[in-house]
């Protein structure tokens, strides 16, 4: 079964009744995996993500019509190691402490199998070297290989790091961030297409900010419906998200709107003639592992647009580390490699006054 362009993503749910009823619905409409982790919507060992999901997909022919996937991580969901948290589904690194973990994933779910199981938050080249060093997460998956189809790998890490990752060979598909005002990753995709691995695009509303603007909810999914190799996972809460997404998706079949044409829509929207950064992702790596491209877009959507959700969504992801802008100490890496010359230091500095600003 091929990845519908659209996929289920398991992580705002408010509760059992609204999980199981959006989740079957999308399944209705064509959208054929399931993205949930041990710890999303956790209450209980009875109330979550997990579990709301296997009650949606447990009944009738749902099973049969979707793929479901979990997750587990060597690191603590930042850019560290951490503890062994069991229930979250951080720090599996051992043989045992993926068993654990894995086989909580199919109790909760009632499933004896996986379509894809993901190494998750791997964001640094060291809890890569973690997940793969003997006798740890890596040895645990392939413990488990009859009870998983598909191997994927889910990130925040930069271009670099995630190609890195996939050099090993070891995974079918790659699950990031990306979006219309975030093309830091646009590399990866490229890189993705020559060696068959399927992307699937995390947050492409931006943490859900774009969505406070009409047109640029709709472009930001359009945007991603132009690249082949891209599934867009979209954290459906409600059927009227459900519906919107299948009638944009049947609306764009015939579309002939190009790329580079819908970011110049979003780019007009802005509306300034100040330099701005576009989210293009040359200025990286950072010394301090701060993906400057994605904070400064929700700084120019918030700056720019007045969109005050944007300054929210940012404020809220202050637990990613790469969005710590407050961690830049002007060093002025980032300067000499932008291609557009942008006068970093006085944007930065504008930046974080205005995103921090209580």
Known sequence: MELSKVVIGAMRYKDRKSAVSVIRFAIDCGFNY?????????????????????????????????????????GDGGLGLGQFNPTAGFGVRSRGEFNQVFNQSLCRM?????????????????????????????????????????????????????????????????TFPLNVINKTRVRVVDYCEKKGITVIAMNPLAGGFLAAHARL?????????????????????????VKYAKKLLDSAKNSRRRRDEISAEVDSLINSSEPRCTACGYCAPCPQSINLGACLSYYNIYHYMKIAQAKKSFLQ?????????????????????CPNQLPLEKIIRDAKAVMYDK
Request: glycine residues 4%; contains cysteine.
């Open 217 to 241: 909810k709709e472009l930001a999914l359009r945007y991603l419906l132009t690249f082949a190799n891209v599934k867009i996972l979209v954290g459906f809460t409600t059927v009227d998200e």
């Open 34 to 74: 399931i993205d949930t982790s041990p710890c999303y919507c956790y209450k209980s060992e009875t109330e979550n993500s997990e579990a709301w999901v296997g009650e949606a997909v447990n009944y009738s022919d749902y099973r049969s019509r979707v793929m479901v996937s979990s997750k587990c991580s060597s």
């Open 110 to 174: 009632n499933l004896s199998t996986l379509d894809y199981y993901h190494l998750w938050s791997v964001h640094t080249k060291e809890q890569f070297k973690a997940a793969m060093a003997p006798d740890s997460w890596y040895a645990g998956a392939m413990e488990h290989a009859d009870k998983w189809e598909n191997l994927g790998i889910t990130t925040h890490g930069d271009t670099d790091t995630i190609i890195s990752f996939l050099e090993s060979g070891k995974f079918s598909t790659v």
């Open 317 to 337: 992801n202050q637990w990613n580390d790469t969005l710590k802008l407050d961690k830049c100490v002007l060093c002025g890496a980032c300067a000499r490699r």
